[in-house]
């Protein structure tokens, strides 16, 4: 995990740290976490700021860390803390707003409201943010979006189920599948189950872990196109969906109008520049893949998934026929996670080029001892022609990854 303090971006800059709930309940502690997500999707969708992903804000969930030291690690200008607690039905609500290096917050805000009121609280909150930080900008500049569901008995289960990326096995997806379809069973309306659902038949074709990946493709594609279906509108939506459309069915012209409409409704999105940078290696255009990826670094730099930017961006360069540079970032994504099978088979074919066929023969045998069905003639169906693609289907072969 990085220590050193970032550089400052061009634009106001904060990052929401989770709020915490000082009575340590667990239901409290869900609407805590949910209220820092609302205010984190809705002032990252502001036009004109700088919004730290949520993924690296809450490492700290449950840390005594100071507010200095947060907005050092994580490049932002402030830092947005709180707490929340329930007395009967009412939520009470601290907000602080910290400048970096000052030695007082900006403003404290103390919120009382009934516990229906989430959506009140989370307005009120970005508004005194908004106007702290870049007061020129229009107050209504950033536009409702639905967010989780926020009936109590639905609340929880949902958190749980929307910020629990950790997927390290078929099982582990498997298990998410059941905690989402819950989910879904108690909002069947609601988009973001399904295009959570999307991702996951996504990951398990990613990662060769499905017994029947023609099944899983097609199940991925439905659920994508049954949640852009409830809400075309939402940034979440559109980067997941327009993710799994390019991946499972290879419906590049959909899947780029989405992310790209995904990026210019919340510019802030980590989770959207990675999978832009995935979906553009496909098409072959590797230098804006590249860049989506540092961009992706950037908003996130703490994230605990940050292998995956590392791996795309190895990807990107290997196809780019920049070797050296590309084993820098996959080696770094093997360390952080050795089963993630994408950065193997590129790290083999990166070491072909450099004529390391030892270490290429290696990393192809790893690779297919976690994906022992895989054959690199897939890359010619999931990969538009390019001269990028050309270069990453030969360096698989050179390193022994079997063509058919």
């Known amino acids: 995990m990085a220590t ?7 634009r106001p800059s904060v990052a929401v740290l989770p709020f915490a709930d000082p009575d340590g309940d667990f239901d409290t502690q869900a609407l805590a976490d949910g209220l820092s997500e609302h205010v984190t999707d809705a002032l990252a969708c502001t036009p004109g700021l700088f919004v730290s992903a949520r993924n690296s804000a809450f490492t700290f969930k449950g840390r005594a860390v100071l507010p200095d030291e947060a907005a050092g690690r994580l490049g932002v200008a402030h830092i947005l803390t709180g707490t929340l607690a329930r007395a009967g ?6 907000a ?4 970096r290096a000052a030695d007082a917050p900006l403003w404290v805000q103390d919120l009382d409201e009934d516990e229906g009121a989430l959506h009140a609280l989370r307005s009120r909150i970005v508004a005194a943010t908004v106007a702290a930080l870049a007061p020129d900008l229009p107050r209504d500049a950033a536009p409702e979006r639905v967010g989780p569901p926020l009936d109590a008995g639905v609340y929880g289960p949902f958190l749980s189920a929307y910020s629990n990326h950790a997927m390290p096995s078929a099982e582990s997806v498997r298990l998410r599948i059941a905690s989402i379809e819950a989910v879904r069973r108690l909002v069947p309306e609601h988009p973001l189950p399904y295009a959570l659902l999307a991702q996951c038949y996504t990951n398990l074709v990613v990662q060769g872990w499905g017994a029947d990946a023609a099944a899983d493709c097609a199940e991925g594609a439905r659920l994508a196109r049954l949640a852009l279906a409830r809400d075309d509108g939402d940034p979440a939506v559109l980067m997941m969906a327009g993710h799994t ?9 959909t899947a780029l109008a989405l992310l790209d409409r995904s990026l210019a409704l919340n510019p802030n999105s980590a989770a959207a520049y990675e999978r832009s940078g995935w979906v553009r290696c496909y098409v072959g255009e590797v230098d804006l893949a590249a860049a989506h990826f540092h961009a992706a670094k950037r908003q996130s730099p703490l994230d605990p998934t940050t292998f995956r930017f590392d791996s795309g961006l190895g990807l990107a360069l290997c196809m780019a026929g920049a070797h050296e540079e590309a084993l820098v970032w996959l080696d770094r994504a093997m360390a952080e996670d050795p089963t993630w099978t994408s950065t193997h088979r590129v790290r083999a074919a990166s070491l072909a080029w450099l004529g390391r066929q030892d270490e290429a023969q290696a990393a192809a045998a790893r690779f297919m001892e976690l994906e ?5 003639h897939r890359a010619l169906r999931l990969y538009r022609p390019s001269a990028g693609k050309d270069r990453f289907v030969e360096g698989m072969r050179r390193a022994g990854v079997p063509f058919e």
């Open 4 to 10: 050193a303090s970032l550089p400052l971006p061009d």
């Open 96 to 99: 602080r707003l910290h400048r």
């Open 372 to 376: 022992p069905s895989y054959r690199a």
């Open 245 to 253: 459309l390019a991946f499972l069915v290879q419906d590049y012209d």
């Open 89 to 94: 039905t009412r939520l009470r609500v601290q």
